[in-house]
């Protein structure tokens, strides 16, 4: 029987500064307590890895905040935790980093440690976009981080990429596609700013704000999503998700876990998991995260018993998805990735046909020119893409 997969996220929710526009779970904290950040999370794998044991790791990814805000040592260590308590075949291994917090020894030493993936968070190669944004890097600083990486023997590497953001012109952004498009990046991330709640950006930015007349237009932001695509695609870069490009062969495996509903299992504060249709995640409150794990007895045989101790002591918000709410992700995760939704895989997971399901959505995107169907596949058009909440919105039943 062949075994089912899995993919890891590790949470790091530690950063040298918290950027201006950010809304995740992540603080700056001091060395004492992200050294038993890293104490308590090796006792959460060694507590997980046991109920586990029937699936193979086919991806991990060590997200944050700055994963590598840790030492390479505690990376390397979490990372070896990992290979012992689960069953591992040949995984895409990524961690994201951030220039400014990682040296040429270092990225040897996470290459060594097994990492074969590397996501580098730039944003912009403006030094007065990165300023603005609160970044603690320039170009410059990302230039040596990127050479290094090379240097270390990263040949898989992703660059984040932000667009409208304040003061940002068409100019400008182009200059930073050209100038990341000359480094030849596997992979490259490009998203539209985000003016979140809670941030201090959204007391400047949001509608109403102090400087809300300094973020681009919808005409000069729609226009910087279009010369994304088209000069990404004339250097070979395929658009397989909404907002990622890769060359042949280079996506991220560990997204398309999400994106296809594939099984996943957060680990770390706030980390959240799929498997098999059960929806949780960690609670976010560091206090609690460590007092759970420091009650754990990870030793004791009772697995029944310490599990049920653990489930009650470390999540939250655990919700066994219905039927309509899996129909409903297949959908609107899938149409984010440019190939579509199948049919047939449709009706083999949920015993219905698709179009039972969504005959009068499909037929009312149809005609607005938003989805096209090709064969046995559905999939947004240009347009769709476009406007892709409006469109995927028709999927909630």
Known sequence: ????????????????????????????????????????????????????????????????????????????????????????????????????????????????AGFNRLSIGLQSADNKELKCLGRIHTWEDFLQTYEQARAAGFENINIDLMSALPGQTIESYQNTLQKVLELKPEHISAYSLMIEEETPFYDLYSEGGTYASLLPSEDTERAMYDLTEQLLSERGYARYEISNYALPGKQCRHNIVYWKRGNYLGLGLGAASLVENVRFHKEEELDFYFKSMGKLKVEETDFEFQQNKYLSNTYKDRQVLTKNEQMEEFMFLGLRMMEGVNKADFKKQFHVALEDVYRKSLQRLERQELIKVIEDRIMLTSKGVDVSNVALAEFLL
């Open 1 to 112: 029987m062949e075994q089912k997969k899995l993919s890891l996220y590790i949470h790091i929710p530690f950063c040298v500064k918290k950027c201006a526009y950010c809304d995740f779970l992540s603080m700056p904290m001091e060395e004492k307590t992200r050294n038993k950040y890293v104490e308590m999370l090796l006792r959460e794998i060694r507590q997980e890895g046991v109920f586990y044991q029937d699936y193979v790791v086919d991806t991990v990814f060590f997200g944050g905040g700055t994963p590598t805000i840790l030492s390479t040592e505690q990376l390397a260590m979490l990372l070896k935790e990992l290979r012992e308590s689960f069953c591992f075949a040949e995984p895409e291994i990524t961690i994201e980093c951030n220039p400014g917090t990682v040296d040429k020894e270092a990225l040897a030493g996470l290459k060594n």
